[in-house]
């Protein structure tokens, strides 16, 4: 019996599929569910998400939110998603893959300035670019 698979975020339902698996980036570590797992509730931090489907595993990037799960359906909520499988051109790819290029060089060249005490809001806001651009990548294949 497969899983019931559903992402979404404030604006809209971005994915409804019947799936045999699904890994994603909890903020304790990578977590995984196959069908008849126990309920769960899980927060995440951005990441890349994995999911199979008919033997095909699909990739795409989450940012922070939640997981919850029981009898068999998960249900992800999350603020932004990436899904690569959507770009159409490889231009569009390789447009997607600089962009998160640059967006991590961007996040880690500013951690790595800091010299002095920094605010928990500074380190947070900085932390979670950089996961997020990584994600990206990583969904990209990088």
Request: aromatic content about 6%.
């Given at each position: 019996m497969p899983l019931t698979l559903e992402i979404v975020t404030p604006t809209r339902l971005v994915l409804r599929k019947q799936v045999d698996s699904f890994t994603g980036p909890g903020k304790l570590g990578e977590f995984g569910i196959l069908p008849a797992h126990r309920?769960?509730?899980?927060?995440?931090r951005a990441g890349l998400a994995r999911y199979s489907e008919d033997?095909?595993?699909?990739?795409?990037a989450i940012g922070p939110g939640f997981a919850e799960l029981d009898n068999d359906r998960?249900?992800?909520?999350?603020d932004e998603v990436f899904e690569p499988?959507?770009?159409?051109?490889?231009e569009e790819?390789?447009?997607?893959?600089?962009n998160a290029a640059d967006d991590r060089d961007k996040a880690d060249a500013a951690v790595r300035s800091w010299t002095g005490p920094v605010t928990a809001d500074e380190f947070e806001e900085n932390?979670?670019?950089l996961e997020w651009a990584r994600?990206?990548?990583?969904?990209?294949?990088?």
């Amino acid at each position: 019996m497969p899983l019931t698979l559903e992402i979404v975020t404030p604006t809209r339902l971005v994915l409804r599929k019947q799936v045999d698996s699904f890994t994603g980036p909890g903020k304790l570590g990578e977590f995984g569910i196959l069908p008849a797992h126990r309920p769960l509730l899980a927060a995440l931090r951005a990441g890349l998400a994995r999911y199979s489907e008919d033997g095909k595993e699909h990739r795409l990037a989450i940012g922070p939110g939640f997981a919850e799960l029981d009898n068999d359906r998960i249900i992800v909520l999350t603020d932004e998603v990436f899904e690569p499988e959507r770009l159409e051109s490889p231009e569009e790819r390789d447009e997607a893959r600089r962009n998160a290029a640059d967006d991590r060089d961007k996040a880690d060249a500013a951690v790595r300035s800091w010299t002095g005490p920094v605010t928990a809001d500074e380190f947070e806001e900085n932390v979670l670019a950089l996961e997020w651009a990584r994600a990206r990548l990583a969904a990209l294949g990088e």
